[in-house]
């Protein structure tokens, strides 16, 4: 499938993917999603969001300088052992070093994309550069074949996911 560079609404799909719905498309994760750096910022406290704190592992430490991320951002951890895992920050704060903020287009469902990327995680992981920090492959990463259905199709997709896991939780639950 390619998909309409010079459009810029990301529905505007050009081709065929014989395995999905014509209303369907397959874009690289690149036209969807950009890793960023928050704006770096100093003299104010703020909580340090790095991974010890996001996973619940460790209280809050404050510093009074990094790159600030807002309430509810996306952080993908760039650097270290489980690349590509992805966190939504629960209070701004300065996003750890081993992060870039995660930006998706307004025009595609985030949990949806969220999805995609959780189904890409171990080949992301298992494709690291980098010889002393292992690193996110980000050209692996921007060239991720997203299936992009409508947007109702993306929310209808993530409703079923949800419910999926809560049926797995009651039967984790019950064992």
């Not at 003299?43 to 790159?67: F, P």
């Not at 895992?85 to 949806?112: A, C, H, M, W």
Request: glycine share 6%.
């Amino acid at each position: 499938m390619i998909y309409n560079e010079y459009s810029n609404n990301i529905t505007e799909c050009i081709g065929h993917y014989t395995q999905l719905p014509d209303s369907w498309c397959v874009i690289p994760m690149q036209m969807i999603c950009s890793l960023i750096d928050g704006e770096k910022q100093s003299g104010i406290e703020r909580i340090n969001l790095d991974v010890k704190y996001l996973r619940g592992e460790r209280d809050a430490k404050m510093i009074t300088y990094g790159k600030y991320t807002s309430a509810n951002s996306l952080l993908i951890l760039v650097d270290g052992e489980n690349s590509g895992e992805v966190f939504r920050t629960p209070i701004e704060g300065y996003q750890g070093s081993t992060f870039k903020q995660l930006s998706i287009n307004s025009n595609v469902n985030t949990d949806y994309i969220l999805q995609v990327i959780n189904l890409h995680r171990k080949t992301l992981r298992e494709n690291k550069v980098g010889s002393a920090i292992p690193h996110l492959n980000k050209k692996l990463f921007k060239a991720i074949d997203v299936p992009l259905p409508p947007y109702n199709e993306q929310q209808r997709i993530v409703n079923a996911i949800n419910i999926a896991f809560k049926h797995l939780d009651a039967i984790m639950g019950s064992l």
